[in-house]
């Protein structure tokens, strides 16, 4: 198992049984689970199940888009005109390849919003590839939120049925319970199916809650490292398309620890090597 960011693997091992907590400030980790999610399952084929709380087409088209290399943002451009432009305007935008869809009338003055279509080679991938997912080892679990006891008993079918090898958590608050509860559960669970299980958990300053002391919050912070056996904080560093992230291991029960860059590419939701990308 690899994130094919060399200088990343290098300091990671994703071989053993552990708990991985990936966490930042711009919740860009969620980002990191689809790209992860999409290297281990669609291009290195291990068995991978992906636990989200994302409508099943969206999740598909973001990995679909790190796949094949198509804007995030065309896609879903595409996915608002099959739903709310009308039968003429599709097949005009089709032949044209661009067109201005009015959207609303406010006081008299029309709003219109750009559109361009995939096009002809890049609809085929996606029709392909919503097959490839399916035929795959990704095994996609749509959940709004999921009893502790719930959540292991289907971990568990997953093994049985699958033998699962990595387990992606995109939010930690998809599970019905306290989050030291959580950990304990899948710090267990991680030895009892002998999987990597990696949990996405931001942390939201803007959450704080001034009705609770604040030292107590940060405590649970605190426990939630304590019980990871590795630790990722990831941090954006400009708000470009192609924009530098620091990956620092704040915590590594393997011994290595250290800080890396990648670059994130968002309209791909991809990370990639700085040098491989440029070279």
């Known amino acids: 198992m690899k ?3 060399e200088e990343l693997d290098k300091i990671l091992n994703l071989q053993n049984p552990q708990l991985i907590l990936i966490t930042g ?4 980790e969620k980002k990191f689970i689809i790209d992860l999610a999409t290297k281990m399952a669609l291009k290195q084929n291990i068995p991978t199940a992906l636990f989200h709380n994302t409508e099943i087409i969206n999740i598909k088209d973001e990995i679909l888009s790190n796949y094949y290399k198509i804007d995030i943002n065309k896609i879903n451009e595409q996915r608002f005109s099959e739903k709310n432009l009308n039968k003429q305007e599709i097949k005009k935008g089709k032949k044209n390849g661009k067109i201005d869809v009015c959207i609303d009338e406010i006081n008299n003055k029309k709003i219109y919003l750009p559109y361009y279509f995939l096009n002809q080679e890049q609809q085929a991938k996606l029709e ?9 080892k990704l095994y996609i679990q749509k959940i709004s939120t999921y009893e502790v006891d719930k959540f292991e008993e289907k971990c568990k079918i997953l093994k049985m049925d699958h033998n699962i090898q990595i387990i992606l958590i995109d939010e930690l608050k998809t599970i019905n319970s306290s989050k030291t509860n959580i950990f304990k559960k899948l710090r267990e669970l991680s030895k009892e199916l002998n999987v990597v299980i990696i949990v996405a958990n931001p942390i939201i300053l803007e959450n ?15 426990l939630l490292v304590k019980m990871s056996d590795v630790v990722l904080f990831m941090k954006e560093l400009s708000e470009e398309k192609q924009s530098i992230v620091n990956i620092t291991v704040a915590k590594n029960i393997n011994g290595n620890i250290g800080k890396i860059e990648a670059l994130y590419l968002k309209n791909y939701i991809a990370f990639v090597e700085i040098i491989k990308y440029f070279s």
Do not use: R
């Open 3 to 5: 994130t094919e960011i």
């Open 25 to 28: 400030i711009e919740e860009i």
């Open 128 to 136: 392909n590839g919503y097959k490839k997912i399916d035929n795959s």
């Open 208 to 222: 704080i809650n001034l009705s609770v002391p604040l030292e107590k919050q940060i405590e649970e912070y605190e």
